[in-house]
């Protein structure tokens, strides 16, 4: 035991195969959390300079950049428990792929916040302080929201149900930064019906990013193919001569 490599600790070699199943779980895991941080990093960090740049306008105060913060680490710390598929093919790691997803659903998030912006800044003229909060609730809901969509490369349905812990995590962070911004809570309160708008306007963002990062795999997987493709008839044609 002390020379081996590997020791087995039970009967028979079930085991074996519940550590590779485990060890493909925690890839998924692992690739989930970069997709994610790697979006949530570039969307937030995109849209403050461009407003800044653009507009010449703070969208969130350094209160509400810590809330987030806060707020956004929580669930982020329990996805190493969340419900994955279990790939039935060897895994590796491919960071072009994450790169490509985190890309297309932070600028899906950059333009889905500047919409909102414009809209409720430019055409209702609603107060500097309202825009902040409203912002600051998108960017909390929106982000929060991108972590179901980083959990696999379909479709939202086609998830398992997150871990119960993790999704109360995810789901509890929402409703107190709701609450931070419907009452007020050392930010200025926009009521419940502003809120509500905001989440309706990210569960719409949430189906059209969805959309977005199906047809971007399916994209990828087809240029793959392709490659594969091209190497095999390379290959062939390579022994024919």
């Known amino acids: 035991r002390a020379a081996a490599d590997l020791v087995l600790t039970a009967p028979g070699l079930g085991v074996i195969v519940h550590a590779v199943e485990e060890a493909r779980r925690i890839f998924e895991r692992m690739t989930s959390y970069a997709t994610f941080r790697i979006t949530e990093s570039m969307r937030v960090l995109l849209f403050m300079t461009l407003s800044i740049l653009l507009f010449n306008f703070y969208p969130v105060t350094a209160i509400m950049v810590v809330l987030l913060a806060i707020l956004n680490d929580i669930p982020i710390m329990l996805i190493a428990y969340d419900n ?10 491919n960071m072009p792929r994450v790169l490509t997803t985190s890309g297309i659903l932070s600028v899906g998030g950059v ?27 998108k960017l909390l809901v929106g982000g929060h929201l991108t972590i179901f969509l980083t959990r696999n490369k379909g479709w939202l349905w086609e ?11 995810l789901e509890g962070t929402q409703l107190i930064g709701t609450l931070f911004a419907v009452y007020g809570w050392i930010i200025p309160p926009i009521g419940w019906g502003k809120a509500l708008v905001v989440w309706g306007y990210a569960l719409v963002w949430l189906l059209i990013l969805n959309v977005a990062k199906v047809l971007s795999y399916k994209i990828m997987d087809k240029k793959k193919l392709g490659r594969k493709k091209s190497e095999k008839e390379l290959h062939e044609t390579l022994v024919r001569a």
């Open 111 to 137: 333009i889905s916040s500047f919409i909102l912006f414009w809209f409720i800044s430019r055409h209702l003229s609603l107060p500097e302080d309202t825009v902040r909060t409203m912002v600051f609730l």
């Open 159 to 169: 998830n398992p149900f997150p871990n119960p812990g993790f999704f109360l995590a």
């Open 84 to 93: 994955v598929k279990t790939s039935e093919k060897p895994v590796r790691w």
